[in-house]
């Protein structure tokens, strides 16, 4: 058998249902998805084994009007894979309109269209008579490699576009382990699903200021792990928000969260959550690090 590898960028609009296929296409939960928008903040890399070809895939924060310092980390990580990749997949949600696409990431794709494929997603939302026109609009616009129409959550389209892409692939060793699924850690899973339950049950501003640190893991002798959190929130009126009434707030988030992390683990899981106040958390280096972004000193305006 000769083996083969591919790499495979998933970037555009944020809340165009990026992590949800890249959670389909593995089968396992390991990018937050949230009906909010930016919710990926750093791109995750999903594995799969085709005959023999591994195949990567990299989740990316999705694009919109970047502001502050932070979102712009977020930006540059989605940005910065496109030209490392075999392979882009611009994932559009087909009920929007091509003017939602940002001007500077249109030139950026349009750039590297020979190598992009065009993925209408959410074609479970829309009737079919209406897509031919989309198909066509967007492709009036940018010359794709190829389009495809795809339901990430029901994973309508997925097969045929995986066997195609993996005619992409090139003849070369894998890049990872056979048996691994992920190239990130579980405690950043672990933090990310924790992340993940703080964009659910809290509302307004306070995820987007928030963010979520895995301290500690210990292994038990009775398969079961306990997993030590920190959630810093931005503000210091946030802090009763997370923590809610006698606790309330926090009790859902850590019982939401420990039931997706035992699905993961498949043992059962001690989650301890602590909840503090850490100012301009997003203007530290150490927070930027740990969830796999770039930092950089440039003052913002
Ligand atoms: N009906 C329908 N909803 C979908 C589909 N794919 C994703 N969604 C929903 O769209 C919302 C956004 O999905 P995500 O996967 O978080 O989107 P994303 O592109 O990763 O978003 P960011 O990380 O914020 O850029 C969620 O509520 C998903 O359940 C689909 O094929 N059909
Ligand atoms: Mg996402």
Not at 44 to 60: A, C, E, H, S, W
Not at 62 to 74: D, L, S
């Amino acid at each position: 058998m000769s083996k083969k590898n591919i790499v495979i960028g998933i970037v555009g609009p944020t809340n165009s249902g990026k992590s949800t296929l890249l959670n389909n296409i593995i089968g396992e939960k390991l990018s937050i998805v949230t009906h909010k928008a930016q919710t990926t903040r750093s791109g995750l890399r999903g594995l799969k084994i085709i005959d023999d070809t591994q195949m990567v895939f990299i989740d990316t924060p999705g694009i919109f009007n970047a502001k502050t310092k932070f979102e712009k980390a977020m930006l540059e990580n989605a940005f910065g894979i496109l030209d490392d990749v075999d392979l882009v997949y611009l994932l559009i949600d087909c009920k929007k309109s091509l003017d939602s696409l940002d001007d500077i990431f249109v030139e950026k794709i349009n750039k590297i269209k020979h190598k992009t494929f065009l993925l209408l997603n959410k074609i479970d939302l829309i009737h079919r008579s209406q897509l031919l026109e989309i198909v066509k609009k967007y492709n009036d616009f940018i010359k794709f490699k190829e389009t495809f129409l795809i339901s990430a959550i029901s994973g309508d389209g997925v097969k045929n576009l995986l066997e195609i892409s993996n005619k992409e692939s090139s003849l070369g060793p894998w890049l990872y382990p056979e048996d691994q699924i992920a190239d990130t850690s579980m405690s950043l899973i672990a933090s990310e699903i924790t992340r993940e339950k703080v964009f659910l049950f809290v509302h307004e501003e306070v995820p987007y200021l928030s963010t979520v640190e895995t301290d500690s893991w210990k292994s038990s002798k009775n398969n079961s792990v306990t997993v030590e959190q920190t959630i810093f929130v931005g503000r210091k009126n946030h802090l009763g928000i997370v923590l809610g009434k006698g606790g309330k707030m926090i009790k859902t988030i850590g019982i939401a969260a420990r039931i997706d992390l035992e699905k993961i683990l498949e043992q059962k899981v001690n989650l301890k959550i602590n909840v503090k106040f850490k100012k301009n958390w997003a203007d530290k280096e150490e927070h930027y690090e740990n969830i796999g972004l770039s930092f950089s000193d440039k003052k913002e305006n």
